[in-house]
């Protein structure tokens, strides 16, 4: 079945340190990909998404590129800040052309923290 | 722009208590879903809707139960708490097709002691 893989938490890094959080995924068919992120007392929101292979996403400094070879989405950020402490979710969405419902599944989140 | 919205934010229940946790999103999204967060461990899915009427189990089941009367809204209630159930629970929608973002309400921390 689907399922995702994100490395261990927690990440604990300095300011301005550059962030790599690896997540491989295994899939039928063409799933999106997304990154979410949850900062402390609050729900999940999205960070970014890829919709098909070699898709590059990007928001508010933080890039993930969609590797079908390697099945990875790796999230990546060349310049952290102290306000980027949360923990991140990798999911992936189901092949809408394979038929389903519209099916979100999650890793396992990755803590991460910014240090001063 | 109210988004997702759940109620209650804290709960503490008692063995064996009952209560109902709701969720109402104002997007006119037919895909809602619930799921828990247990500490250190991804979202796993308990219930899911694809619009009024249409209900179906995901992962986690069992303890639960949905209705989905209306677009809006989408109730999850447990009938006999018990501590296995302790958790975040986050409510969330999605359009219908599509590599669709998922909106999520700001969850509820239950207990059950």
């Known amino acids: 079945g689907n399922s995702v893989t994100q490395m261990e938490g927690p990440v604990t890094l300095s300011e301005e340190a550059f962030l790599t959080i690896n997540c491989t995924y295994t899939a039928t068919g063409y799933p999106s990909l997304f990154w979410y992120v949850q900062y402390p007392g609050e729900g999940l929101q999205l960070l970014l998404k890829a919709t098909k292979a070699d898709d590059k996403g990007s928001n508010k400094g933080f890039e993930a590129t969609y590797r079908k070879e390697t099945t990875s989405f790796h999230l990546e950020k060349g310049s952290v800040q102290v306000s980027d402490s949360a923990v991140y979710f990798c999911?992936?969405?189901?092949?809408?052309?394979?038929?389903?419902?519209?099916?979100?599944?999650f890793g396992a989140g990755t803590r991460l923290a910014v240090h001063p | 722009n109210a988004g997702v919205t759940q109620t209650p934010k804290f709960r503490i229940l008692k063995i064996g208590q009952s209560m109902t946790l709701q969720c109402t999103q104002d997007m006119n999204h037919n895909y809602m879903y619930w799921y828990r967060q247990d500490p250190g461990m991804g979202l796993k899915l308990i219930y899911y809707?694809?619009?009024?009427?249409?209900?179906d189990k995901g992962e986690v089941p069992n303890g639960y139960n949905v209705s989905r009367s209306t677009t809006e809204d989408f109730p999850l209630r447990l009938e006999l708490a018990a501590p296995s159930q302790t958790s975040v629970y986050f409510c969330?929608?999605?359009?219908?097709?599509?590599?669709?973002?998922?909106?999520f309400g700001q969850g509820t921390r239950l207990t059950v002691v």
């Open positions: 969330a929608s999605t359009r219908d097709l599509g590599p669709a973002e998922a909106f």
């Open positions: 809707s694809v619009g009024a009427g249409i209900t």
């Open positions: 999911a992936l969405s189901r092949d809408p052309f394979s038929g389903g419902y519209n099916k979100l599944i």
